[in-house]
């Protein structure tokens, strides 16, 4: 008789350390989406240029030259 209540409490201990396994899971999962919304929310998207010099690497045709535009940068042709 006692042997049978002490499976039962054991198994019922395993019972309640896998539930809170998939407890932790559940939670670490939450934590890395919610952590990944909040990085790509404070991502600056701004890709264009400022200046001339930040379209030196954009490639154009031969006879032309990159310049900075409403904040693109823009190939035109030299005269």
Same mark, same amino acid.
């Given at each position: 008789?006692?042997? %049978? ?5 054991? /198994?019922?201990? &395993?019972?309640?350390?896998? $539930?809170?396994? !998939?407890?932790?899971?559940? %939670? ?5 989406? /919610?952590?990944? &919304?909040?990085?790509?929310? $404070?991502?600056? !998207?701004?890709?264009?240029? %400022? ?29």
């Amino acid at each position: 008789m006692c042997n %049978i209540k002490r499976e039962e409490s054991l /198994l019922k201990k &395993i019972k309640r350390e896998e $539930n809170m396994v !998939a407890i932790y899971k559940l %939670i670490y999962a939450m934590f890395l989406f /919610l952590s990944l &919304i909040l990085i790509i929310m $404070n991502v600056d !998207a701004f890709s264009g240029c %400022i200046s001339d010099f930040d379209c030196e690497s954009a490639e154009c045709c031969a006879n032309c030259g990159m310049i900075c535009l409403n904040n693109r940068c823009q190939c035109i042709k030299i005269h």
